[in-house]
């Protein structure tokens, strides 16, 4: 063996610094966290368009049939009650809601029709949080994809406070 003078360094692994990764290596990451991206795109888009089903009669409301529904019963997942519509337009009847935990016999609550159905989303800040739980859910849920799999931990916990967020304001509001 050669001794090692000071100010020169012997050629090997620690004379080179980092070596890039083999080509294999690298299409293997890119396969990785594209695969990743997909779930959590999937994700993402399959909230939204199940968040959508009821938000846009909250959102887009204008020119729906607006009311009051008061509910006289819950059962099978649905609550129903007599519905009065708001101005000349609207027909009085019954009319069901998707039950939630927070609907109860004898309250009054502020609803848009479904065109075409009997069916009602509610208007007010409750009934649109209410319509983006699903949102919600998956941001939390996609978060832990974001973090455990593409190791973007920033990205993650915005993901994360902006689901439980949502989740918590939907929570105080019903």
């Known amino acids: 063996m050669s001794p090692v003078t000071p100010g020169k360094r012997k050629k090997g692994a ?3 610094g980092k070596r890039k990764p083999a080509p294999s290596a690298r299409i293997v990451s890119f ?3 594209a695969a990743m991206g997909a779930v959590v795109l999937l994700l993402l888009v399959a909230a939204v368009w199940t968040s ?3 938000a ?21 997942g649905a ?9 000349a337009g609207g027909e009085p009847g019954r009319m069901t809601i998707e039950e939630s935990v927070a609907v109860r016999k004898g309250d009054e609550l502020r609803v848009v029709v479904k065109p075409g159905t ?3 989303v509610r208007t007010d800040t409750a009934g649109l949080l209410y319509a983006w739980v699903p949102l919600g ?23 994360a406070v902006a689901g439980g ?5 939907t929570f105080f509001a019903l």
């Open 137 to 159: 859910g998956a941001l939390l849920l996609a978060s832990l994809v974001i973090g455990g799999g593409l190791r973007l931990t920033r990205t993650a916990w915005g993901a």
């Open 31 to 33: 396969g990785h966290r």
């Open 165 to 169: 967020v949502l989740l918590v304001a």
């Open 14 to 16: 620690a004379g080179k």
């Open 118 to 120: 009997n069916e009602l």
């Open 52 to 54: 959508w089903n009821d």
């Open 56 to 76: 846009q009669h909250v959102v887009l409301a204008k020119g729906r049939e607006h009311g009051t529904l008061t509910v006289t019963g819950c059962r099978d």
């Open 79 to 87: 609550c129903s009650g007599r519905y009065v519509a708001d101005g």
